[in-house]
């Protein structure tokens, strides 16, 4: 039997939704190799079909039991067992940003989970500084001017407070995200907050420039029409080869994650 101890030394590191997908693959994987199909588990009445549907693609957090006994099922050695639940342990870890769940948009903490354990994130953002750049006067103001009918001052600052440590967040960790990151030229031009915010905004995009992960641009109005007039987006990319890209969007009705 593997210690807690060594186990601990083997839990996985990152956010609840990466691992989860992580875990989801490799049950999946495990599975076929054995030729079963989900209608086989589903058989033996060890979970119904929509949970095994869930876990396989890593839309829901696993308890550490059902992973040992899939694994079990499929054959796993119990150091793999070990692993496996191991995994499912690290599904349901609490995130940094779960103090703001009363204010997030649902749906939005999958985004948070991504992002915070992204090796690089490729951005673009037409109207406006992207959030992971503003100064806390830019962002104040800009979501002070979007905000929805009936948010008050005090949800509008804990939004721009999330913002913030999602910055020092990014930018303390061991090994800092690499940015891409192109602004639309109306990014620069709009008055946001007035002159002396906008001066400190542009202060904080040259010293930002100077970060050897950020790599920054401007979109001219001059290049004419592009593929980004659909409208703004982030890429994040992660450093496990076998995590997918993931794309993200963002608008007044919602947003959505592929």
């Given at each position: 039997?593997?210690?807690?101890?060594?186990a601990?030394?083997?839990?996985p590191?990152?956010?609840?939704?990466?691992?989860?997908?992580?875990?989801?693959?490799?049950?999946?994987?495990?599975?076929?190799?054995t030729?079963?199909?989900?209608?086989?588990?589903?058989?033996?009445?060890?979970?119904?079909?929509?949970?095994?549907?869930?876990?396989?693609?890593?839309?829901?957090?696993?308890?550490?039991?059902?992973?040992?006994?899939?694994?079990?099922?499929?054959?796993?050695?119990?150091?793999?067992?070990?692993?496996?639940?191991?995994?499912?342990?690290?599904?349901?870890?609490?995130?940094?940003?779960?103090?703001?769940?009363?204010?997030?948009?649902?749906?939005?903490?999958?985004?948070?989970?991504?992002?915070?354990?992204?090796?690089?994130?490729?951005?673009?953002?037409?109207?406006?500084?992207?959030?992971?750049?503003?100064?806390?006067?830019?962002?104040?103001?800009?979501?002070?001017?979007?905000?929805?009918?009936?948010?008050?001052?005090?949800e509008?600052?804990?939004?721009?407070?999330?913002?913030?440590?999602?910055?020092?967040?990014?930018?303390?960790?061991?090994?800092?995200?690499?940015?891409?990151?192109?602004?639309?030229?109306?990014?620069?031009?709009?008055?946001v907050?007035?002159?002396?915010?906008?001066?400190?905004?542009?202060?904080?995009?040259?010293?930002?420039?100077?970060?050897?992960?950020?790599?920054?641009?401007?979109?001219?109005?001059?290049?004419?029409?592009?593929?980004?007039?659909?409208?703004?987006?982030?890429?994040?990319?992660?450093?496990?080869?076998?995590?997918?890209?993931?794309?993200?969007?963002?608008?007044?009705?919602?947003?959505?994650?592929?």
């Amino acid at each position: 039997m593997v210690s807690t101890e060594a186990a601990s030394r083997r839990k996985p590191r990152g956010s609840t939704t990466v691992v989860r997908r992580q875990l989801g693959r490799k049950l999946r994987a495990m599975r076929e190799a054995t030729g079963r199909s989900r209608d086989d588990v589903v058989a033996s009445r060890l979970m119904s079909r929509s949970k095994l549907e869930g876990i396989e693609h890593g839309r829901t957090m696993v308890r550490p039991g059902d992973a040992y006994e899939l694994g079990r099922v499929y054959g796993a050695s119990a150091e793999e067992l070990e692993n496996l639940r191991a995994m499912a342990v690290a599904t349901n870890q609490t995130s940094w940003w779960q103090e703001h769940g009363d204010n997030l948009v649902q749906g939005f903490e999958t985004y948070l989970d991504l992002e915070s354990c992204a090796s690089e994130m490729w951005i673009y953002e037409s109207a406006v500084v992207h959030g992971l750049l503003q100064t806390e006067d830019y962002a104040l103001a800009v979501d002070r001017a979007s905000a929805r009918p009936g948010l008050g001052d005090k949800e509008i600052r804990s939004h721009v407070a999330l913002r913030m440590t999602r910055q020092r967040t990014l930018r303390e960790r061991k090994a800092p995200v690499r940015l891409h990151v192109v602004l639309g030229e109306a990014a620069l031009r709009l008055q946001v907050g007035g002159p002396d915010v906008m001066a400190g905004q542009r202060a904080r995009l040259l010293q930002e420039a100077e970060r050897e992960n950020l790599d920054l641009r401007v979109l001219t109005d001059s290049a004419g029409p592009h593929a980004g007039l659909v409208g703004s987006f982030v890429v994040l990319d992660f450093e496990n080869p076998d995590d997918p890209s993931t794309a993200y969007v963002e608008s007044c009705v919602g947003f959505r994650h592929c």
